[in-house]
Each structure stands twice: as C-alpha cells, then as structure tokens.
C-alpha cells in the first residue's frame, strides 16, 4: 500500500517561509511520472501549486512563481516545497500528490494534507 506522508505546515507570518515535505511509503511496483503539490483553500477548488515530472521538468502556478521551489530527492522518493515570501492568501491546506505509469494509464496518489495559515 503506497502512502505519502506529509510535514512542515504550520503558521507563519507574512514574508515567512515554510518547507513542506512529502514522502511515499510503501513499495512502488511502477515507474513515477510526477510529485508536485496541490492546495486547496476555504470554499475554492483544489488548484496546482508546483509540480515536477521525472525528468526534473518543473511547473509551477502563476501566483507562486518566483517565491516557490520545488526540489526532489529521487533516491528516497521524497518531494519538497520551499515557499519563502508566504502571503496571506497562500493559506490552505496543502495536498502532496504523486502520478504513477501503470500499463497505459496513470494513477494518482493523495496525501492527507498539510495546513499552511500565513496571518497578516
């Protein structure tokens, strides 16, 4: 059973930073395609913060270009959020995901969530 674990949310003030880290536990049987993180705030839908593919390409959301940084460490399948300069409507619940190739299509895995609140 493949779980990902999640730490490092907490509060933080405006202009702050916070390292979020997600690791997958249990046995992998297929290939990672990617790892990002999600979030989703009171009322809004869950929306795309980061993201990286096995190739180490990156994407990230407009609103957190420039103050967030993904990073991986392939050896433990571990995935990292640094986000400096923290805003108060950075403030959500942060979701680490992970897509998998099985066969022809791919699954996607969910972390429980992290609270992140930045106060003003």
């Known amino acids: 059973q493949v779980q990902l674990v999640e730490s490092g949310g907490g509060l933080v003030q405006t202009g702050g930073s916070l390292r979020l880290s997600c690791a997958v536990s249990?046995?992998?049987?297929?290939?990672?395609?990617?790892m990002g993180w999600y979030r989703q705030a009171p009322g809004k839908q869950r929306e795309l913060v980061a993201r990286?593919?096995?190739?180490?390409?990156?994407n990230y959301a407009d609103s957190v270009k420039g103050r967030f940084t993904i990073s991986r460490d392939g050896a433990k399948n571990t995935v990292f959020l640094q986000m400096d300069s923290l805003k108060p409507e950075d403030t959500a619940v942060y979701y680490c995901?992970?897509?998998?190739?099985?066969?022809?299509?791919?699954?996607?895995?969910w972390g429980r969530g992290t609270q992140v609140t930045v106060s003003s």
């Open positions: 990286m593919t096995s190739g180490g390409s990156t």
């Open positions: 995901n992970l897509v998998v190739r099985v066969d022809v299509r791919d699954d996607n895995y």
């Open positions: 249990g046995r992998l049987f297929f290939s990672i395609r990617a």
